[in-house]
């Protein structure tokens, strides 16, 4: 049974309480956002990686608000297309200054990036490497090594990432073809929750640079990626634990890289949004009671779906929350024509819910309103800022 949360969590910010939230009148579906939330987030983990530089992955949630406000703490920008490109640069940041993490990029995308002064960009296969010698000479190159993910909510290394052989073999020959072996990166998979899969993939960057060292290739950049976890209704591993791991394992390398990144996303930006949501429609089915909201997979909440359901979100609604308020386990669907778009089993909500109702779906704010759609003809949420330049 998914579990309910009526109060925050650590990582929701001030306009995000639920009296906040209830105070917010505008039509649902919408998305509440404190930037600010995304802000401290930052300060936290710059504070517990010295040294690195941090780059925003924008995939997780590009709306300007949040790159702006994160642009305005210090923070650079990962992007994964030349859409996500225009979006970072629209807010004043070069080309120049900006990671291409996403290591399989169409071949104009490569070009009119190293147009625009990009100069760093990921691979993991020879075609790749092919491809930017061919559309960004001289640019430096980093590759993106295969590491155990299976810890992780979300994996990437089946789609993604070379062995340790391999790995090697594509920087020499980026070398041989004129390119800069610039560095390594990894992602241990999304929402991460063993501390260990850091020092892990970092011992292999360090096999990495043993190999190439004998080779007279001394990478400069390490980049540990993204993955690093927030609590939504379960427990996760402290930041301070898993930092503590990550700087270890840097100490223990053959040699100290220029240049340290992480490239966080759902860390940043998953505490500054609520998924504000009515119930269009309940209904009692042959497997128990259904709540239909204005927000369903299509219209945001895709991690939902991706995971089965499985992934519980905290959950409250505009009813008054009471200890006599008996709750009732609901399967909490989307509006649409369509099944699939179904949220979650299980989730307990006040037996009383009524159509009208709010249901505020907490820590929403990472790839979230990224994968919307108007699917079915429903609009997708808009963006509600609820801290200091209150604007939609
Ligand atoms: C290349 C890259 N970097 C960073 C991230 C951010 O990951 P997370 O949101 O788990 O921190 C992603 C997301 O999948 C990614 O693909």
Known sequence: MSSVSTCQTEAQGEGLTPTALGALTGETPFLACDTSVAGLQLRELSAHLPGFAIHYAVKCNPTPQVL????GKGCRFEVASIGELAMVEAI??????????NPVKPPAAIAEAHRRGLTRFAFDSECEVRKLATH???????????????????????KFGADLEEAERLLLLARDLGLVPYGVTFHVGSQCTDPSAWPR?????????????RNGIVLEMLDIGGGFPVEYTEPTPALASIAVAIRAAIDQLPYAPKVLVAEPGRFLAAGCGVMVASVIGLADRADGRWAYLDVGGYHGMMEAVQTGGQWQFPLHTSRPE????????????????????????????????????????GMAGAYSLSYASAFNGFPPPVLVLVDGDRAT
């Not at 702006?68 to 642009?71: M, P, Q």
């Not at 993939?201 to 043993?210: K, P, Q, S, V």
Request: proline share 6%; net charge negative.
């Open 68 to 71: 702006t406000a994160l642009a």
């Open 92 to 101: 004043g940041t070069a080309a120049s200054e900006v990671l291409f993490s």
């Open 136 to 158: 960004a000479p001289g640019s430096r190159v980093y590759v993106r090594l295969a590491v155990d993910d299976t810890n992780s909510r979300f994996p990437l290394s089946r």
């Open 201 to 213: 993939a970092i011992r292999r960057c360090g096999d990495l640079f043993e190999g190439l060292s």
């Open 322 to 361: 009471s200890d006599s308020e008996p709750h009732a386990a609901f399967t909490v669907t989307g509006p649409t024509c369509d099944a699939s778009d179904t949220l979650f089993y299980g989730a307990s909500l006040p037996e009383k819910l009524e159509v009208g109702d709010r249901v505020y779906i």
